[in-house]
Nanobody, 121 residues
Framework: QLQLVESGGGLAQPGGSLTLSCTASYRSDFSINVMGWYRQAPGRERELVATNTMPDFKNYADSAKGRFTISRDIAKHTVYLQMNNLQPEDTGVYYC??????????????WGQGTQVRVSA
């Protein structure tokens, strides 16, 4: 139906940068409206990091403003998260998300498998 494949996680030093990518593959009757990134730190609930809503409206968590940039390549069905000035509190599993509707109006929400980001000296 719809698959989200994430990449780009890994280990970064404080002050460093990482870029996450998430590519969606789906049937033609899926219409994706929102793609975004959420993260889950150990022992904590999943939280919003940033979303991109068609045509190009961007929303960021306060913790991400000024450091992270979300972008979307519609033609490639891909959303990116450029993360700069990473801090240890950014450590967690980052999940890609896609929200939209099917051709007959049924809403959907899909999640990727998650990619680990660890920020440590």
């Amino acid at each position: 139906q719809l698959q989200l494949v994430e990449s780009g996680g890994g280990l970064a030093q404080p002050g460093g940068s990482l870029t996450l990518s998430c590519t969606a593959s789906y049937r033609s009757d899926f219409s994706i409206n929102v793609m975004g990134w959420y993260r889950q730190a150990p022992g904590r609930e999943r939280e919003l990091v940033a979303t991109n809503t068609m045509p190009d409206f961007k929303n960021y968590a306060d913790s991400a403003k000024g450091r992270f940039t979300i972008s979307r390549d519609i033609a490639k069905h891909t959303v990116y998260l450029q993360m700069n000035n990473l801090q240890p509190e950014d450590t967690g599993v980052y999940y890609c998300n896609a929200d939209g509707v099917l051709g007959y109006g049924l809403a959907f929400k899909y999640w990727g498998q998650g990619t680990q980001v660890r920020v440590s000296a």
